[in-house]
Structures are given as structure tokens and as C-alpha cells.
């Protein structure tokens, strides 16, 4: 029988019922709103004033907690930004990033190649340009936009420490990153007395739950907040996509193709069209949207502090907000798991959750390691 959502007592919560980001004591809203749509230049986002509009309504609904980056549409979405919390500036929770390399995308500039990279000279120059756009003195929040492997991390943790003790950024935390990178930079900032990543962003979808391998347990011992991106990857789940339309769908070259061509690749794959097939259904038993129902499933997962939402119109995003309110049953946040649950999963997960009657039977597992350990007893080969 279909669920009345006019019945449901429990919700996730509002825009205004704010949460802890990792072991920090910053107030962030439960929905992060992304402003990487905030600009043209990619050729996926909006201009300045339907983007003000988007700003405007989360900010009016509570929300206080905008993403950003130094390359996001370059530099326009910082701009933007600039204008819309000139007077509110105390009252919303600016996080940007830097590692990207913006003379890469910008061919009237001379390439820099130490504008790019985890390095300190790239984290200076680059943090001094984003507030300068941002036109604060300080962003509360700055992230390591991806690893890359060639800074030592000493060199990354030292520095970041070191605009934290400026006042240039109040907090730090990192991005696409493996589960031993977030491991050694906290067990480092800790033994040194630097400051550690309260935040994590990270690709968690439906699609892709490789985060439950191990980046989740690494951020629930260090006590790392998960910000998750792509939780719609890339509107696949939003349902606009049906196996009839994505055929007769062209790969692009352009920047503003990344959302179809990734869809064109999700659907090469049988299991996605199930999962989707499996969100449309629930959606319909409960009166919501899949989007609704899909953030709804993120947010209810262990360790996801507050899912990063896009959107280029007002209507996109008052969609989305309308994940808070309500919950999915365990039953469905169930059905959700088992369509969803990987084909394959890497060695040792598999194996070290198949050893647990072994090993601890009888014993209550750890809470925080729960999450991993069912994830890998999903799947009983040795691989």
C-alpha cells in the first residue's frame, strides 16, 4: 500500500536544525548548498540573478553553509558569492578550495605550474585571489581540493596550519582523497599540535557507494564530517533519464556534456536502471520525487553530515529541501541498500567481514565500524 506522506511524523529535520561538522564546533546546516552552478563560464550554471534567487531561498529557509572554489566557473561563482553575503557575512559558513589550477583552464593566461597542486606557494596565492573574489578577509572553511601525491604532507598540514593561525581560514578540510591520506594528515595534525580536517568531500551516490569501503570508517575514527557531492550523479537519479531517451542521447566535447555523457555511461550498466527503477518506486509509494527520496537515503547514512545540493533554478532547489521532510523507513532505506550493493567487492573488505564469526563471535562490534563490516559481508568471495 502506498505511504501517505501526510502522515509521517518523522523527518530528517529543516535547514535550520543545524549539526556539528567533525570534531569542530561549527554550526552547519544539514543540506550544503553548492555554488558551482553560481556563474556561466562551465556553460552548467546560472547567471547572476537566478543564482541570487537560489542564494536567497536557502539563506531565507536557514540555510547557512555555501561550497565553493577557486576554479568554480573561474572565479565567478566566488564573485557572486561576494555580493550575496556582503551584508550577512557573520551569518553563513563560507567553505572554498584550492589545489585546481586555474591558468590550465584559462588559455589568454601564461600556464603557472606552481598555481596548482597541494603545494604551499599554490595554497597562498590561491587562497589570497579566492577572498579577494569572496571579498572577506577570511573563509571559514578551506579544503585541499583533491590529493595529489606530489606535496609531502607535512608540507600540506604545516601550511594549512599556518593560514589557520593568520586567520585567513578558520577551519581546514579535504576533498577526493583515499582513506590513508585522511588517516596520516589527522594522525600528523594531531601528534603536532596542527590543525586537523574537520570536513570530508567525497563522491556517494546510489551508483557509487565506495565511500562504505573504508573513507567512512576512516572518518569516523578521526571524526571527520562527510560532506557528499554527485548525490544525484550527475541527474541520472533524478528520473528525467528513461532507457528510450538516453539511446537517442549524443556524447559532447563541452564542459556543459558532463552531465549527459555521465549519464550515457551509468546506463551501460543493468544494475543502475534497477536502482533507479527501485527510487521511482518508492517515490511513487511515498508522494515524493526521487530526488527527494535519494538524498533522503544519503542523509540517513552513517557518518553523512550535511549532502551538498546544486541547483540552477529556485524550483531545483526548493526539490531538494524537500528531502528533510521526511524519513524513509528502515524497510525502504533497506530496499535502497540491497539494489544498490556493489558486485565486487575489494579484497580485504570482503574478507576481514567474513572472518567476524571467527574472530568475534559473540562480541559487540564497534558502532562506528558497523557500516564496513556490512558492507563487505554483502559479498562472500575471496578476491
Not at 576533498?175 to 570536513?199: E, H, K, Q, Y
Not at 541547483?311 to 530496499?335: D, G, S
Amino acid at each position: 500500500m502506498a505511504q501517505d506522506s501526510t502522515d509521517i511524523k518523522e523527518t530528517i529535520g529543516a535547514l535550520d536544525d543545524y549539526v556539528l561538522l567533525g570534531r569542530s564546533g561549527l554550526r552547519v546546516s544539514p543540506l550544503c548548498l553548492g555554488a558551482m552552478t553560481f556563474g556561466e563560464s562551465f556553460g552548467i550554471g546560472s547567471n547572476f540573478e537566478e543564482s541570487k534567487n537560489v542564494f536567497d531561498y536557502y539563506y531565507e529557509k536557514g540555510g547557512n553553509f555555501i561550497d565553493t572554489a577557486n576554479i568554480y566557473n573561474l572565479g565567478e561563482s566566488e564573485q557572486f558569492l561576494k555580493e550575496y553575503i556582503a551584508d550577512k557575512r557573520s551569518q553563513v559558513v563560507i567553505a572554498t578550495k584550492y589545489t585546481m589550477n586555474p591558468t590550465v583552464m584559462m588559455p589568454n593566461v601564461k600556464f603557472n605550474p606552481n598555481a596548482g597542486g597541494n603545494n604551499r606557494k599554490s595554497l597562498v596565492e590561491n587562497l589570497n585571489e579566492s577572498l579577494k573574489r569572496l571579498g572577506t578577509g577570511y573563509t571559514d572553511i578551506l579544503y585541499v581540493h583533491a590529493w595529489e601525491y606530489n606535496t609531502p604532507i607535512e608540507e600540506v598540514m604545516r601550511s594549512l596550519d599556518d593560514v589557520v593561525r593568520s586567520g585567513k581560514a578558520l577551519y581546514v578540510a579535504v576533498s577526493d582523497t583515499p582513506a590513508w591520506v585522511i588517516s596520516c594528515t589527522n594522525m600528523l595534525a594531531d601528534l603536532r599540535g596542527w590543525s586537523r580536517f574537520i570536513g570530508l568531500q567525497t563522491r556517494y551516490n546510489l551508483l557509487n557507494r565506495s565511500l562504505e569501503f573504508d573513507i567512512q570508517s576512516a572518518c569516523a575514527e578521526f571524526e571527520v564530517g562527510i560532506v557528499p557531492w554527485g548525490c544525484l550523479a550527475e541527474g541520472f537519479l533524478t528520473g528525467k533519464y528513461t532507457r528510450e531517451s538516453i539511446a537517442n542521447t549524443k556524447k559532447g566535447s563541452n564542459m556543459s556534456d558532463y552531465r549527459s555523457n555521465s549519464a550515457i555511461g551509468f546506463a551501460e550498466d543493468e544494475q543502475n536502471w534497477k536502482i533507479l527503477d527501485e527510487v521511482i518506486a518508492i517515490a511513487a509509494e511515498i508522494k515524493r520525487s526521487p530526488v527527494q527520496v535519494t538524498l533522503n537515503w544519503i542523509s540517513q547514512k552513517p557518518g553523512i553530515t550535511s549532502p551538498l545540493v546544486g541547483a540552477r533554478t529556485k524550483a531545483q532547489l526548493v526539490e531538494n529541501l524537500k528531502a528533510l521532510e521526511f524519513k524513509l523507513t528502515p524497510e525502504q532505506m533497506e530496499r535502497l541498500d540491497a539494489v544498490s550493493a556493489p558486485k565486487h567487492i575489494p579484497f580485504p573488505y570482503s574478507y576481514v567481514s567474513n572472518l567476524q564469526n571467527i574472530v568475534n563471535k559473540g562480541v559487540q562490534t564497534r558502532d562506528k565500524y558497523k557500516p564496513m563490516l556490512k558492507m563487505g559481508s554483502q559479498y562472500k568471495g575471496i578476491h
